[in-house]
């Protein structure tokens, strides 16, 4: 299960998940017969969207509550709301490489969010919303060569991206099928029914 975290490498054929197969590492990651079924499954999912938004648990439930609270399918409304995360709208655009090193450049100050500076990675986006990386910041290099890998990746359809200007716009909110993560949202919200 790919969960994207080391940026470019999960896209090319060199990605240690592909190249493993099924098996888990070590000695003895051949044994079979152990099936994951129930709250086991419900588990690996809820895990697996934390680990690939970068989302600690208490953050994660928060998440959940309002997703909860929203009308529509609770599911999506999570999966929305993750989205809409500032650094996760950094990656999406192309500004770096990974979720974790958009996140770090949010944190340290190199985003504006409609010409003012955000640097809190949690911050939800709005339709309409333009996202720049600072004026200063646009010769980094990784920057630079994070936005010519993302050229040949594609840009979500919910964002617009300005490649030259380094900057980004939020033209609708992003519905599900936007979303091209393989996630069972509907596993995590029978957990949390519990």
């Known amino acids: 299960m790919k969960l994207f975290l080391k940026g470019d490498r999960c896209f090319k054929e060199k990605c240690a998940i592909e190249r493993r197969g099924e098996n888990p ?28 938004y970068g989302v600690l648990e208490r953050q994660f439930r928060l998440y959940f509550a309002e997703a909860d609270r929203q009308k529509g399918i609770t ?15 950094v990656f999406s ?45 646009r010769s980094n290099l990784q920057i630079r060569a994070s936005v010519e890998t993302a050229r040949g990746r594609g840009v979500p359809g919910w964002l617009e991206l300005d490649a030259e200007n380094c900057t980004g716009k939020v033209v609708a909110l992003p519905t599900r099928e936007d979303i091209k993560i393989p996630v069972q949202e509907q596993l995590i919200v029978e957990l949390y029914s519990r």
Do not use: M, W
């Open 25 to 52: 590492p070590g000695q003895h990651g051949a044994r079979r017969g152990r099936r994951i079924v129930g709250y086991g499954l419900q588990l690996r999912e809820k895990q697996k969207v934390k680990r690939i």
């Open 75 to 89: 599911g999506h409304n999570l999966l929305v709301a993750l989205e809409r995360r500032l650094d996760n709208v």
């Open 93 to 137: 655009l192309g500004f770096a490489a990974s979720r974790a090193q958009a996140r770090q450049i949010v944190r340290h100050g190199h985003v504006l969010v409609d010409g003012k500076k955000a640097s809190i990675p949690s911050l939800q986006v709005r339709a309409g919303q333009t996202v720049a990386i600072k004026e200063g910041s």
